[in-house]
């Protein structure tokens, strides 16, 4: 076992702590989703993929989310969050990030705002999987950080070619589908980790809707993230690498989930803990980019919850039909996001519970990742998965929700 996976395995041993269950209203900003996606049209203020994280504005660094919304005009949110803490890393800080594509205009102007902050002082690390590292943008990142791991700025370049022979895995046997990013410093914030749902592309900055969460001064959260990375960065081949890491975040318990897993499916474990309210007061909504039939067991899963009087809405991309038949036929509404033109197609991995119970209902509870509701991101791609119970980035995720809806019902 490796320095890193040791240290890793420690810091799983730790335990997550549920929270009071607590109540939530719908939040105001719902009453306003028509409006927040009633005019498809990009305004001519928009950024565009060419140049949005170029012209990021550096906002405070706080705890919270990010989200594209295509169908209003603003596809390029979470690039925008995610530039402003790269331009705000000061020189002597690191920036460490495992990504899965990096591609196009909007690769070339994440590749630029790497390489200035690497010339301002800062080291700059990256895993990338290899099946677009072709690209220019991807070409231009590798050549200016180097090979060289021993330096203070590199790129690795994950080596295990799945057998599929297009994606590449440091740890599974698919392709390293990570997109989290890792900040010592920024903005006057240190420890810094943000997970997100969205590739550099100019696909990912025109029409998708992906969502990102910041979450700084967590030491113990950065900590795990780190420990991951490096398993990355070693290839550390481990078809069950599959790992939890519990903290105490400033508003609940955040814990992140490393994969590939040979058996476990924490998403569906949480959903068993808990339970339904039966008066419908127990809301489950979920938004995911694609779903396929290896994990219906998380479909009989809401089903059940359904029956058992939980209000259960999903708004999806790519769906296998077997997943489909299963959720509508026990009256769960279902709308796609599934558009290359406006109002898009959905991006976004997630799933958000309100007024649960159950020993481990926590409150609000959110889950979202990198991760894709299949059989690639459970058992053979690299992956992050967070689970957040904080009552502030529920709401956040519980507005962009009824925001896709509408969008979705518009569509």
């Not at 989290?180 to 029409?207: I, P, W």
């Amino acid at each position: 076992m490796s320095r890193s996976m040791s240290r890793l395995a420690g810091l799983a041993a730790a335990t997550l702590v549920a929270l009071p269950v607590a109540a939530t209203a719908l939040p105001a900003g719902a009453a306003a989703t028509a409006a927040a996606v009633a005019s498809p049209a990009v305004t001519a203020a928009a950024a565009t993929p060419a140049t949005a994280c170029a012209e990021a504005p550096p906002t405070p660094v706080t705890t919270g989310a990010a989200f594209n919304n295509p169908a209003a005009g603003d596809a390029t949110g979470v690039v925008e969050q995610i530039c402003s803490l790269v331009t705000q890393a000061p020189a002597g800080s690191q920036i460490r990030l495992a990504h899965f594509v990096i591609s196009g205009s909007a690769g070339m102007d994440f590749t630029n705002v790497l390489l200035a902050a690497r010339d301002r002082g800062v080291d700059v690390q990256v895993v990338l999987d290899g099946w677009q590292v072709a690209n220019p943008a991807s070409v231009a990142l590798i050549e200016g950080l180097g090979q060289d791991e021993s330096a203070d700025s590199w790129v690795h370049v994950c080596g295990n070619v799945s057998p599929e022979g297009n994606t590449s895995s440091c740890i599974g046997t698919k392709g390293q589908h990570n997109k989290f990013y890792l900040f010592s410093e920024t903005g006057g914030a240190k420890n810094v980790v943000v997970q997100s749902s969205a590739n550099f592309t100019d696909v990912n900055s025109r029409t998708y809707w992906n969502n990102a969460v910041v979450l700084p001064g967590n030491h113990r959260l950065y900590d795990a993230y780190n420990a991951y990375f490096e398993d990355l960065a070693a290839e550390v081949q481990d078809p069950d690498y599959y790992r939890q890491v519990a903290t105490a975040g400033p508003g609940g318990p955040v814990t992140a989930h490393f994969f590939p897993s040979a058996d476990t499916d924490p998403a569906l474990e949480r959903l068993t803990e808990l339970g339904c309210k039966n008066n419908g007061t127990t809301e489950i909504r979920v938004g995911m980019s694609e779903w396929d039939t290896t994990r219906l067991g998380i479909a009989d899963r809401l089903v059940e919850m359904a029956e058992s009087g939980c209000t259960v809405r999903v708004v999806h991309g790519p769906m296998d039909q077997e997943v489909a038949d299963t959720l509508t036929a026990a009256g769960i509404e279902l709308r796609a996001l599934n558009s290359g033109t406006l109002p898009g197609r959905i991006h976004s991995k997630y799933l958000v519970v309100d007024g649960a119970t159950g020993t481990r209902s926590g409150g609000q509870l959110v889950l979202t990742g990198s991760p894709n509701f299949n059989t690639t991101s459970l058992h053979r791609n690299d992956e992050t998965m967070l689970e957040l119970r904080d009552k502030g980035i529920y709401e956040q995720y519980e507005e962009n929700f009824e925001t896709m809806w509408a969008a979705a019902a518009q569509g």
